[in-house]
């Protein structure tokens, strides 16, 4: 029979056979080439057989990683996970999408899904497992900042209710007429949403989430009007810097808890209390002395460690600031150094 007499199908049952004998070929060619780590281990953790991609995200080369045990990817306090791995894989089990942490060869810890399933030998004994690591650390930062998020701004409304309660009651205290009370109160108001859409600029149109540069005393001076009640209950004085873009939101929500914290107890909260911010800068730090002093010598709550202090911090290390705190008698001072780079 000539070849272009052969049956049809014939070609391709052919092929077939081929692929089916190069299988092994193709399956080590898939595993090498695959995006995700794929690391086999026998039933006592060790490492069998290391791919490309365990290499590039771990960091240990195949030569440096066969043969040592897998605990050298697990950090100390998560050792207690591979026991109870290898028991179920030794009662045939698979471990599905199993959420865990892992460590580099540089010591730096990585977030990862794994599915380990058992590998058995022809007759059908497990002799190891299979692992594959799904480098996760990108969606556990996606989630952690819409959490964030969405607690912040939990935060604000309630802060919001907490500050404006605040300014009714100050412009009620030196209001001679309503409709004075309530020009102020309308003013006032007004100013207090510039600060916020300054600190939250936008979440629609061309210039969503884009902050806008600014200098650390229109900043203030913004975020502090609110609270200016026709005599000035602070001040601003001394160096005035730049602040970036892509710096406005994180100082804002600092200076924003600063604030809050004295519209709620402080300086801000009383009659006759008076702010004094003063602003020393060199060409390598900004200092920010946040001086709150209260109408006498008026009794103190003890500050709570809660979601707007955990806030602070947070920004506090992003901006590389330190930040200090002295409760006295007449009132709270909160000294603030950062390097002038963190605002530029």
């Known amino acids: 029979m000539s070849h272009d007499d052969q049956l049809p199908g014939t070609e391709i049952s052919a092929t077939a056979v081929q692929l089916r004998h190069d299988a092994p070929a193709f399956l080590a060619a898939i595993v090498e080439s695959s995006d995700d780590p794929i690391i086999s281990k026998s039933l006592d953790g060790v490492i069998t057989t290391w791919n ?53 060869k540089d010591g730096s810890l990585i977030d990862v899904s794994l599915t380990i399933s058992p590998i058995r030998n022809a007759s059908g004994e497990i002799i190891g497992a299979s692992k594959i690591a799904r480098d996760i650390s990108e ?21 919001l209710f907490a500050i404006t309660s605040s300014i009714i009651s100050l412009a009620a205290r030196s209001a001679e007429t309503a409709d004075g009370l309530a020009r102020s109160m309308r003013d006032r108001l007004v100013a207090l949403s510039k600060a916020h859409e300054m600190t939250l600029p936008s979440f629609t149109g061309d ?11 229109q900043l203030l001076s913004l975020i502090l009007a609110p609270y200016d009640g026709g005599t ?17 939101t994180s100082l804002s929500l600092l200076l924003h808890e600063f604030s809050t914290n004295a519209a709620k107890y402080g300086a801000l909260s009383v009659e006759g209390g008076k702010l004094k911010v003063a602003v020393a800068a060199d060409s390598e730090m900004v200092r920010i002395t946040w001086a709150e002093r209260l109408p006498g010598l008026l009794p103190q709550t003890a500050a709570t ?16 600031a330190e930040v200090s705190k002295e409760w006295k008698a007449d009132g709270l001072t909160i000294v603030t150094d950062l390097p002038k780079a963190s605002l530029q």
Not at 96 to 104: L, S
Not at 232 to 246: H, I, Y
Request: aromatic content about 6%.
């Open 305 to 320: 460690v809660g979601f707007g202090s955990r806030l602070e911090k947070m920004i506090s290390q992003t901006l590389r």
């Open 52 to 104: 490309k991609a365990a290499e590039r995200v771990f960091g240990y080369t195949s030569v440096e990683a066969i043969g040592c045990p897998i605990t050298i990817l697990i950090p100390e306090e998560r050792l207690d996970e591979e026991p109870a791995i290898l028991a179920r894989i030794h009662a045939g089990q698979r471990v599905d999408h199993f959420e865990t942490v892992r460590r580099r």
């Open 139 to 159: 969606r556990k930062r996606a989630a952690e900042r819409q959490d964030l998020l969405l607690r912040e701004m939990h935060h604000r409304v309630k802060n």
């Open 207 to 217: 210039d969503a989430f884009q902050e806008r540069s600014t200098t650390l005393f």
């Open 232 to 248: 000035a209950c602070w001040d601003l004085e001394g160096d005035d810097v730049g602040v970036a873009a892509n710096k406005v």
